[in-house]
């Protein structure tokens, strides 16, 4: 395990610098106006406040992903980096991987208090709390693994997802997989199409997947079992979002789609006049797509009729939606610009803007009223929370 030295300092909205005294006599105390590009005054209009900043010598993070007090992450070298959600303080660094595979995801068993890398033909296994790897104990925790290096029986091509102690992904010759990480093997596989390209996704006990060829399926998780099969018009390269017993589809073929989740009947679609490659976001009732060189677009999530019902189209946000503030309006990052915009739900009209010219990752805690965590191009990462929160 790898120590390295870490800087990590606290700062809110009354950030200050240092105070001075003049020849004249006069006392001044010049307050920061932006940490790592970020403009204080115009985060303070978002209604955000800044938690921590952590300046640390991890370079060039990637795959980085929450867990309910971790932020876990690989830099340069192919560590795995772990750092607390409470301080931003760096706890442990581990290698993986060793530039040999190819890295696709993280996931962490929060019962067993371990974290997963998955790679295109190993899964690597570590203690959330330390980065040990693991090993055999008299007494282990339910669900816990002692196999740290678990070889894949079938290649994996797409991040993984976890579902108690089984990663799901897809592999280069289009199966869905179930690895058991607690006893190290592959327990089944459904064959999706030639190849899989997308993460599936789950609700309950329902798999849905995607292929490249546009197939897209429901699986039952214990049985792994089709539940439904359809073939689409064209491949889906956006993860689907399942929410109240539908699956919603942002397609290629520039269709919108919602789908029992149990019968595979359509609810409805929407033909827009692009392709979709970013996965659709349900807020209430409402559904939220964004629609490349169109703008975000709003949808009825429940729509009365077969065609789909658009509400409106804000052509000025182009960004996704990470999650929702107090006030219940969205806040959308757009990745390409470089911007964090407010949007009111009702007409889509923008109620606040903060350009983060420096940022190059966006990631919240919560779908709703979460707090931001900022990866900056000089390997900052900044925490920010809502000024309502206590």
Known sequence: MRKI?????????????FSTLSDDKVNTTPTIGSTHGVNLAELR????RIDWVNQQTAKDLRLTTLSDDALFAIDEYDHLVCYGLDSGSWRWSSPVGNHIYRLLGINTNEDARQVFVNSDSV??????????????????????TDKAVQKLSWSANTPAIISDTTLLYGSRNGELVWHDC?????????????????????????VVATGGNGSLAAIDLKRARALWLIQLLDAVIATPTISNGTVYIAGTDQYLRAIDLYSGRPRWKYLTTAELTDSPTIVGDALYQRVPTVGLTCFSAFAPDITGEKRWTAENVHGVVVTTTANNRLLCWDINNRVLQEVDTKLGSITATLPLPTVRELLADSPKNGSLYLITDDDAIIKLIPRLSK
Not at 126 to 134: K, Q, R, S, V
Not at 191 to 200: G, K
């Open 182 to 206: 607690s006893i190290g093997f592959s327990s089944q596989t459904y064959s999706i199409a030639d190849t899989m390209n997308t993460p599936p996704a789950l609700s309950g006990n329902v």
């Open 5 to 17: 030295p870490l800087l990590c300092f606290f700062a809110t909205v009354g950030l200050v610098c």
């Open 123 to 144: 899964i690597f296994a570590f203690e959330a709390d330390t980065g040990n790897l693991p090993t055999h104990t008299a007494n282990p925790i339910k669900g816990a």
């Open 45 to 48: 209009d978002l209604s955000f």
